[in-house]
């Protein structure tokens, strides 16, 4: 008999900035989560949007702040606090 596969779960972090019309967001692990939060460093690239626009931009958690940089290097957001973050807590489909 097969045991049923539980759903893993996630959290979805996403940033704002701009006058809040420019959004990126990234899923990840509870245990990541957890050591973004006790400052850990973390990196990664994900797609922002912005008025029907997007394209690639890297985040960067460290000491519990995140700094997001744009083509360029351009700053979208720097040294943010990560609980200000919008935090939801996703669920995946049950493995088979």
């Not at 006058?19 to 994900?46: F, P």
């Not at 797609?47 to 958690?61: D, L, N, R, T």
Request: proline share 5%; with cysteine; hydrophobic share 35%.
């Amino acid at each position: 008999m097969k045991k049923k596969a539980t759903p893993r779960i996630y959290v979805q972090l996403t940033a704002v900035w701009g006058n809040d019309d420019a959004e990126s967001s990234i899923t990840i692990s509870q245990r990541r989560w957890k050591n973004i939060q006790e400052g850990a460093e973390y990196d990664t690239v994900a797609p922002f949007y912005y008025e029907g626009e997007s394209g690639p931009v890297a985040w960067h958690f460290s000491g519990g702040l995140l700094s997001i940089w744009g083509d360029d290097d351009r700053e979208c957001l720097l040294d943010h606090p990560v609980n200000d973050l919008i935090i939801d807590v996703v669920t995946s489909r049950p493995r088979s």
